[in-house]
């Protein structure tokens, strides 16, 4: 099966400026989800929906990161304004179903965000 | 809020050398997966304990899951280069159905 596919691989901004990430999860994977992984730590969910609706956005910082999937398949993620602490690899996820220990995680590569 | 911890942060070992490393906390999980996460990609499923007290073994890796599910472990056997990565844990609290992932151990195994 394919994979899940994040575009672009890397993206260089200054701050204050803003961007978008896309995610197209594997297909028939009910649920997606946004980590931020910043360098030397583990990846950090920023966001998760199931199908189009957000199951859990309580790490998301709502008054500039904001996160779509309106038709339930692929998603885009945006920042705006950044920041230089935004500077990160932002991973997309997808599994079968909601959070459960038979329905793992699948990640995409990631886009690796620099923020000057 | 739940703290977990993983250790060592960082290891150096010779190829055919043995290692463990530990995932550690104070709450209760109902299972929790490791993943391996090589440069430039996302982390890989290795495998998920379930069980209390349960071992799952993946060739040269030996995954234990703690009898009171807080804490597990995994063991590498006779270490290889192609073993080099980074090991994240990721428990699933009852309740919350979502996953949150350790810090990590950066493992380098030299040839």
């Known amino acids: 099966e394919a994979g899940v596919a994040q575009s672009p691989r890397y993206k260089i901004i200054e701050k204050r400026q803003s961007v978008a990430f896309w995610c197209n999860p594997i297909?028939?994977?009910?649920?997606l989800y946004w980590y931020q992984q910043i360098l030397g730590q583990g990846p950090k969910l920023l966001i998760q929906f199931q199908n189009n609706g957000v199951v859990d956005d309580s790490q998301l910082p709502k008054d500039r990161f904001s996160a779509e999937r309106l038709k339930g398949v692929d998603s885009t993620l945006k920042i705006q304004p950044a920041k230089l602490e935004d500077s990160a690899v932002y991973l997309c996820?997808?599994?079968?179903?909601?959070?459960?220990?038979?329905?793992?995680?699948?990640f995409g590569n990631g886009t690796r965000l620099t923020v000057t | 809020t739940q703290l977990l911890e993983q250790s060592p942060q960082f290891l150096s070992i010779q190829e055919g050398e043995n290692l463990t490393v530990y995932c550690n906390s104070s709450s209760v999980f109902s299972s929790l997966q490791w993943y391996r996460q090589e440069p430039g990609e996302g982390p890989v499923l290795l495998v998920t304990?379930?069980?209390?007290?349960e071992v799952k073994k993946l060739k040269r890796l030996t995954f234990q899951f703690g009898d009171a599910r807080k804490d597990s472990s995994l063991h590498i056997t006779a270490a290889q280069p192609g073993d080099t990565g980074l090991y994240l844990c990721a428990p699933l609290t009852s309740g919350t159905y979502k996953y949150i992932f350790g810090t990590g151990t950066r493992l380098k195994v030299l040839a």
């Open positions: 304990v379930v069980t209390g007290g």
């Open positions: 297909s028939g994977h009910a649920t």
């Open positions: 996820a997808s599994s079968l179903k909601s959070s459960s220990y038979n329905s793992p995680l699948h």
